[in-house]
C-alpha cells in the first residue's frame, strides 16, 4: 500500500488560519520541536502572497489530482486540498510525516512517507482510484524542491509512465534560469526538461519568503508537459547519453565533447553533425532542441 494515510479531522491548520504563514511556522515548529533539517534542505514558505502565487499557477479544479513533494507541515497542503480532488503527499522525514498525518483537514488527503524517487506515479493514481474515480488522470505536481534533488525528481515525473500535465516548483534561483534557458545557455538540465514541456519563470521569491531563511533566492518554475515530445525518441536513454555526451567538455566545440564523451572519432562525429545540419564548431549550449532531434536522428541510425 505504499505507507498511505487517509486524513479525517484538522486540529492545528484550521484553528491557526487567521494567523500569518510565519506564526503558523514557528507554532508547529514549537509544538512538535522541529528544527529545520539542513542535510534535507527544509525551509519552510512563509509568504502569504508567493503561497497565493503557487495555487494560481496550478489552476486547480475539483477534478484534478495533485501530487506534492515535500509538503513540510502541510499548510500549503490544505490549500490543495480546498482546491483538488485529490491530494498526494509524499513527505520523506518520518516526524514531518506523522505529523501530517494528525494535523491535516478533509477526507481528500493522503499521506506518502516515502523517497519520492522510489514512488510510481501511476501506481499511486491506480491505487486511489476507488477512493476518487473523478480526480485521476491527469494530474499536477506541486513542489518546495531543494537544490539537491530538482533535476532527479523533476525527470522522475517526466519519464513516468504517467506523465502529469503541470508542474510547479519552487526551486534555487539558478536552477530555474537553468532550466528555462535557451540557445547559448542550455545544458542537460534544460534540455532534459523541455524535451518534455514549455517550462518558464513564473515570479523570483527572495530568501526572506522562507524560514528560516536560505542563503540563496528561489524562484517559481511552471512546466507545462506536451502530449507528446517535439520528436520521437525510441530510446531516451540512448538519446540523454548522447546529450549528456554533448557537455563531456565544457566550453569546447561539440564535435570535440561529442567525440571525448561518446569514446568515437572527431571525424566521424564531424560527419554526424553535418549531416544533421550542424556546424560542427559550434558549442553544444547553443543548439536548439530540434536540432538535438536532428542529431538524434542520424546518431540512432548509425550507432545501435
Known sequence: ??????????????????????????????????????????????????????????????????????PGLGIMTAELAKRAGWVIAIELDNKLADILKTNLPGDNIVIIHQDVLGTDPGALLQEGAPRFPEAIKPYKVVANLPYYITSPV???????????ERIVVMVQKEVAEAIVAGPGQRSVLSISVQFYGKAEIVTYVPAA??????????????????PHPPF??????????????????????????????????????????????????RRSETFTIEEWGSLWRVYNQVVK
Open 232 to 281: 520521437a525518441v525510441d530510446d531516451e536513454d540512448r538519446f540523454f547519453k548522447l546529450v549528456r555526451a554533448g557537455f563531456t567538455a565544457a566550453r569546447k566545440q561539440a564535435a570535440n565533447s561529442l567525440a571525448q564523451g561518446l569514446g568515437l572519432d572527431k571525424a566521424e562525429i564531424m560527419v554526424w553533425l553535418k549531416r544533421a545540419g550542424i556546424d560542427p564548431t
Open 209 to 226: 519568503s522562507f524560514y528560516p531563511a536560505p542563503k540563496v533566492d528561489s524562484a517559481i518554475v511552471k512546466i507545462d508537459v506536451y
Open 1 to 70: 500500500m505504499h505507507g498511505l494515510y487517509l486524513i479525517d479531522m484538522d486540529k492545528d491548520l484550521s484553528q491557526s488560519g487567521s494567523d500569518s504563514l510565519l506564526a503558523q511556522t514557528k507554532k508547529l515548529l514549537r509544538r512538535y520541536d522541529i528544527r529545520a533539517k539542513k542535510g534535507l534542505g527544509q525551509n519552510f514558505l512563509v509568504d502569504e502572497k508567493v503561497l497565493d502565487t503557487i495555487l494560481e499557477t496550478a489552476e486547480l479544479n475539483p477534478q484534478d489530482t495533485v501530487i506534492e513533494v515535500g
Open 154 to 164: 523533476l525527470r522522475h515525473f517526466l519519464e513516468a509512465s504517467v506523465k502529469p
